[in-house]
């Protein structure tokens, strides 16, 4: 009965090793997922910026030609 409660918690042992790996491995790829979509924000921010900026240029050189 002894060894079989030893083997017993050896497996739930393994099983929240497991679980907590796995964790971790979904916890670093959402990071990852997280970052890569804050830098594509960032680069879109940019390029609008940059286009309101030839807008605004074109519409004052239109309005002095």
Do not use: C, P, W, Y
Not at 35 to 61: F, G, N, W
Request: hydrophobic share 35%; charged share 40%; no cysteine.
């Amino acid at each position: 009965e002894k060894r079989m409660s030893n083997m017993f918690n050896s497996v739930k042992l393994n099983a929240a090793e497991q679980f907590a790996a796995t964790q971790k491995k979904d916890d670093q790829a959402r990071e990852e997922q997280n970052q890569a979509h804050k830098e594509e924000a960032e680069h879109i921010s940019k390029l609008k910026a940059l286009r309101l900026a030839k807008v605004a240029a074109d519409k004052k050189a239109a309005d002095k030609g």
